[in-house]
């Protein structure tokens, strides 16, 4: 049986970011689109190559939260601990990786947000933002940074929730101390749909430019009819304990589609596809693609009962 810190581990590991490629905010013409779907493909895999070990790092700035962070280091043995010298004996007993430093951690941070993968910070919300404002590039290149309070009672993920794995990593932070997470994106809080992350765990590819991904977000979230159709890859890509909101019809094939009633449309496939698809969904398409050899030979899970499911 896998321990905790274990199990963490294996969270983050699959919480690889997916690239996205435009960020024009008119239609993008097919051929860009295949150009854009390409380059975020390739990208997404080069950075979850460099994310399967995640580099985590356990910032405190005061003696309680050096404590904290002590506690949790002990359950994370790959993780870096950091503060300043004056807390670092907290740390002494633990076989951890140390950055301890002279002077204040604005001086650290930008090395420290190149560095690393998870930033748990047991730093209050308002100072966290003030420390990584300068530093901030987009989510899709941003590490996860989440707040901790110094008695270790909530987690907030408060960049790169979905993208960079804070949200992920933030619910075994918060498992591992006793804490409770607190996850404020919107699919996460009305228990829905992600859609820059569907199938991730599962090794899928995102194909869509980034407007396409906000488009469908809102969407989603907005509770406006969506077509999911799945061609390929395990049907067990709805990983919530709840169902999955009505207004995402789970359909057999694309000819049970209905443009002028679907507002987005989720496709899950491995074949080719032409440009009339893209033209036809502008804005409103993303395409997943699960690894070869992967097929669509189960039926949903249970967890899927409240969906409209074709049959």
Not at 58 to 70: C, M, P, R, V, Y
Not at 106 to 119: A, C, H, P, S, V
Not at 199 to 217: F, S
Not at 248 to 261: A, Q, S
Request: glycine letters at 6%; one cysteine or more.
């Amino acid at each position: 049986m896998r321990t905790e810190a274990e199990q963490a581990a294996s969270t983050a590991s699959g919480a690889s970011r997916v690239a996205h490629a435009s960020d024009a905010h008119k239609a993008v013409a097919p051929s860009d689109t295949a150009t854009a779907t390409a380059t975020a493909t390739a990208t997404a895999t080069a950075t979850a190559d460099a994310v399967s070990s995640p580099r985590v790092i356990l910032i405190a700035i005061t003696k309680g939260g050096a404590e904290q962070a002590a506690r949790l280091a002990a359950q994370l043995p790959q993780a870096t601990l950091c503060t300043s010298q004056k807390f670092a004996a907290a740390f002494d007993s633990l076989p951890n990786e140390k950055r301890i430093y002279t002077g204040g951690v604005k001086e650290q941070m930008g090395e420290i947000f190149r560095q690393y993968d998870q930033l748990v910070c047991f730093v209050s919300v308002g100072a966290i933002i003030r420390l990584v404002a300068p530093h901030l590039q987009g989510k899709e290149t941003d590490p996860g940074v989440m707040a901790v309070d110094d008695a270790a009672r909530f987690v907030v993920p408060l960049l790169s929730g979905h993208v960079g794995g804070a949200n992920a990593w933030a619910e075994q932070v918060a498992r591992l101390l006793g804490a409770t997470p607190v996850l404020t994106t919107a699919s996460d809080a009305r228990g829905s749909l992600a859609v820059d992350i569907l199938g991730r765990t599962l090794g899928w590819q995102v194909e869509a430019p980034k407007i396409n991904l906000i488009r469908v977000a809102a969407a989603v979230v907005n509770e406006e009819p969506i077509a999911l159709v799945q061609e390929a890859g395990s049907r067990h890509w709805w990983t919530r304990s709840t169902p999955l909101p009505r207004h995402i019809e789970v359909l057999n094939d694309m000819t049970e589609v209905r443009p002028g009633h679907h507002r987005a449309l989720l496709l899950i496939t491995h074949r080719p596809l032409d440009e009339d698809l893209w033209r036809q969904w502008p804005e409103h398409l993303i395409v997943y693609r699960p690894p070869a050899g992967q097929g669509a030979d189960e039926r949903p899970t249970p967890a899927m009962a409240g969906s409209t499911t074709a049959s």
